[in-house]
């Protein structure tokens, strides 16, 4: 069962266009993580947000975290080719030293 | 800067062939962590270690084992490779305190043919 549903699986814009994605889930994450992914590379950590509600801007992303702690959106305001990848959230869940992940959305920019 | 190595970053072996994978990590993080990541599947957990010598079972461990003999290194052993375990392999590492960032390797794509 997943436990962290993303929208949409796969999303291919122009350059310049703006775009958000989903991370949701049923369950309460005590912080969330998003990463990014280029293909032949492991993912590395954008942001982390942890209080409901937050909204946390890393120049034209901007990461929020739902107010009850269950869900995440990210948006991408101007979108450049250097965007493209495979963008993954995780949440983690109290003391337990694993993350639970989401399947990511693959993301294209054609210039 | 952290750094996360892994052995290989391609890797072909034949069905029923052990296979070593290595990850080494430079942070003197506590935990490290393997997991695998096929199309549609997102990350899965195989096993994950918090110290030295510790291991625990993520949600696939079948076919698979581990070792972690020193803190910054973490190996995953396929002990007959089948070819369902072709995939792309992934370490990550934690400091293990109040935080949960994961810093990855850049993966191994392993093919079992």
């Known amino acids: 069962t997943q436990l962290l549903e993303q929208s949409p699986q796969f999303l291919s814009i122009q350059e310049g266009e703006n775009l958000t994605v989903y991370c949701n889930s049923s369950s309460v994450f005590s912080s969330l993580q998003w990463y990014r992914q280029e293909p032949g590379e492991g993912p590395v950590l954008l942001v982390t947000?942890?209080?409901g509600g937050e909204v946390k801007k890393l120049k034209r992303l901007t990461f929020q975290f739902g107010d009850a702690r269950k869900d995440s959106s990210l948006h991408i305001t101007a979108a450049q080719p250097g965007d493209t990848g495979l963008y993954l959230c995780?949440?983690?869940?109290?003391?337990?030293?694993?993350?639970?992940w989401g399947a990511g959305t693959k993301l294209i920019i054609k210039p | 800067d952290v750094k996360v190595t892994q052995s290989s970053r391609y890797l072909v072996k034949r069905t029923g062939e052990k296979v070593f994978l290595e990850c080494v990590q430079d942070?003197?993080?506590?935990?490290m962590f393997w997991y695998r990541q096929d199309p549609g599947l997102g990350l899965r957990l195989i096993y994950f270690?918090?110290?030295?010598?510790?291991?625990e079972k993520g949600d696939i461990p079948e076919g698979y084992s581990v070792s972690r003999e020193k803190k910054e290194r973490f190996s995953l052993i396929l002990e007959s490779a089948s070819t369902n375990q072709t995939s792309m392999y992934l370490c990550?590492?934690?400091?293990?305190?109040?935080?949960?960032?994961?810093?990855f390797g850049p993966g191994t794509r392993l093919t079992v043919t």
């Open positions: 942070m003197d993080h506590e935990n």
């Open positions: 947000v942890v209080t």
């Open positions: 270690s918090y110290d030295v010598k510790m291991k």
């Open positions: 990550a590492s934690r400091t293990g305190t109040n935080t949960y960032e994961q810093y």
């Open positions: 995780a949440g983690a869940q109290g003391g337990n030293y694993q993350l639970i």
